[in-house]
């Protein structure tokens, strides 16, 4: 699903991505100094390995995601630390932003059951 970032405004614009057994559901709205809020949730469960044992197991997900969208390069006027996912072509992939959030879980040091306690 791609989004157009010239649609979004101050009204909040609701989407859903599935993949698999994972939900992606939120809203984008325009926040300011051309930045767009991402406010969504997570959800569901996911195959991935074990950083201990290297077994296969699923993995339970429920996670707030918030971060900024800048179309075109971000520049910041100050030296705040801002969570900003560049986009260049005006278009804001959500199929791909679900992509990256489960790559981003799978490679964190994740325990299956038996090695968790």
Known sequence: MKISLHKITK???????KSD?????????YDANKLILLQARLSGSLQT???ICATEFQKRVDEDIN???????????????VDVVECFDSMIDMDELLN????????D???CPECAS
């Open 100 to 107: 990256a959030e489960i790559e981003l879980i799978k490679s």
């Open 11 to 17: 009204t909040p614009l609701d989407f859903e991505v």
């Open 109 to 111: 040091y994740n325990n």
């Open 67 to 81: 971060f900024f969208i800048s179309d075109g390069m971000y520049e910041s006027a100050s030296d705040t630390l």
């Open 49 to 51: 390995d074990c950083s």
């Open 21 to 29: 057994k994972m939900v992606f559901k939120g809203n984008l709205q």
